[in-house]
């Protein structure tokens, strides 16, 4: 194939993507808000006015995998329900109640906090270590090759939940890069983590450049450079074009 007809070729299947990726993202707002009106008024039938839905994970990002709270006044038959009728909502991905120990299931009421011992664990491997990059780039130093297999074991119990992974940077430099820096480095981080076994679809990278330097650091120290980790969620996920932003 001539070189020149490769590079249109090329180029045509890059805008086919670009146009998935956007569409994915435009259409997700829409569909959330479909479910949520459905996922009401199959509350409000059953006799479940007064019970939450919230259909935004811990971190921000939009699923169909609703969470509910709230209806305290209600007893438990009319909880369970109304739990059920949003579950049979189609395009809903399973509920459950907010702090329940029985992930999934919509008849698990709540029992409040479930302890995040892998976060805590992941948080004391970073207490006194950092995962290391090359200057200004997203190229993880080999010597945080050991690190990554420690947070990774550390995150295995977790698997299952949306583990959240934000980068950050020092407040030197243009902001815009920065945040662009920072969230190469998160995504190298996934990838990292996806090769050491870490399922891909409860990964979730962001970053946010200077926006929040550790407390008591000055924001240009370079000690802000760093990755953290959040589990923000319990429960088993399916990929969908929602759950995966990005997703074709």
């Known amino acids: 194939m001539p070189v020149r007809a490769a590079l249109v070729l090329f180029a045509g299947a890059v805008a086919c993507l670009a146009l998935a990726l956007v569409g994915a993202r435009m ?5 959330i808000d479909m479910l949520r009106q459905r996922a009401e008024a199959a509350r ?17 990002w939009l699923t169909r995998h609703p969470v509910l709270s709230g209806g305290k006044g209600l007893d438990k038959d009319t909880r369970a329900r109304a739990a059920q009728a949003i579950a049979a909502v189609p395009g809903v991905g399973g509920v459950n109640w907010a702090g329940s120990r029985k992930r999934g299931d919509a008849l698990a009421e709540p029992t409040g ?22 200057e200004a780039s997203a190229r993880i130093d080999p010597a945080s090759e050991k690190l990554l297999d420690e947070v ?20 030197n430099g243009n902001e815009a890069a920065n945040i662009a820096l920072s969230m190469a480095r998160a995504d190298a981080v996934r990838f990292e983590l996806i090769g050491r076994g870490i399922p891909a679809d409860g ?11 550790v407390a008591g650091l000055d924001p240009r120290d370079p000690a802000n450079r760093r990755i953290e980790f959040s589990v923000i ?12 932003p990005g997703a074709g």
Do not use: W, Y
């Open 27 to 31: 259409n997700g707002p829409a569909l």
């Open 44 to 60: 409000d039938a059953a006799g479940g006015a007064g019970i939450v839905i919230t259909f935004i994970e811990g971190h921000g």
């Open 113 to 134: 906090a479930t302890p995040l011992h892998c976060q805590d664990e992941v948080e004391g491997i970073l207490k006194t270590r950092t995962i290391r990059f090359s």
């Open 152 to 171: 990774a074991d550390a995150l295995r119990p977790c698997v299952g939940s949306i583990i959240a992974i934000t980068g950050h940077t020092d407040g």
């Open 203 to 213: 990964l979730r990278s962001t970053g946010i450049g200077s926006k929040h330097p």
């Open 233 to 244: 969620a319990s429960m088993p996920v399916k990929p969908t074009p929602i759950d995966t």
